[in-house]
């Protein structure tokens, strides 16, 4: 049942600390399963006091369930043409459910909104071997629209994470031309 709602609270909202805490906690679980071998011990995907930046920033928009937060995405603009999203996440308590697509489809409204018509992501993937939640991601992107436009080493775009990794990997990018309608 689709009862969630999504939001986004404006640049300038500081979150209460137990959001911070549990919106980093979600992202930090399901990403620990959803990269489960990527990352060497003791690597989190994110912290609470990032998430306040993010949040701060108007960037961060959240799924909730009644109070209760079940999903969150990144939204960000990377140029004047160009958005970002990233730290897609559902609580795992609540998949298959449409949170996923439905704040896929939120970042793609808020970039159209802000005036960019393209949307590009970066899935993390390993070189040499396949990973289940990224070949589930690959193909539910491409069904919703996303082209496979590049490869960047994560050693290149992002050198404080290569130490990091467990095994070598890239970030694949996807992008989207996005439709008004
Ligand atoms: C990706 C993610 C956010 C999707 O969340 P979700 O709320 O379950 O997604 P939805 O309910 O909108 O479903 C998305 C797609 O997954 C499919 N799906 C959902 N549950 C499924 C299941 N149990 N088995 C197979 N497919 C399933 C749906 O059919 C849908 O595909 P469609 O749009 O082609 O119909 C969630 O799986 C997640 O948090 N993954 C881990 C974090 C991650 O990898 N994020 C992305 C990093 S780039």
């Avoid at 609270?9 to 679980?29: C, F, I, K, Q, Y």
């Avoid at 995405?73 to 730290?87: K, L, S």
């Avoid at 629209?145 to 970030?171: F, H, I, K, Q």
């Amino acid at each position: 049942m689709n009862d969630f709602r999504l939001s986004l609270p404006p640049a300038g909202t500081h979150a209460e600390p137990a959001v911070l805490t549990r919106l980093s906690d979600l992202v930090n679980e399901v990403y620990a399963e959803a990269e489960k071998g990527l990352w060497r011990a003791g690597a989190t995907r994110t912290s609470a006091a990032e998430v306040a930046e993010m949040t701060l920033a108007g960037q961060i928009a959240v799924a909730c369930l009644g109070e209760h937060i079940v999903g969150c995405v990144r939204i960000r603009p990377i140029d004047e043409h160009t958005a970002e999203f990233g730290m897609l996440t559902a609580d795992p308590a609540h998949r298959g459910q449409g949170i996923g697509r439905d704040l896929v489809a939120f970042a793609e409204r808020r970039a159209l909104d802000s005036g960019r018509r393209v949307m590009r992501l970066e899935l993390l993937t390993p070189r040499s071997w396949t990973h289940p939640s990224k070949e589930f991601l690959a193909g539910w992107y491409t069904r919703l629209g996303y082209e496979r436009t590049g490869v960047n080493a994560v050693d290149d775009s992002y050198p404080a994470l290569a130490p990091l990794l467990a095994t070598p990997c890239d970030m694949v990018v996807y992008r989207k031309h996005l439709e008004e309608g």
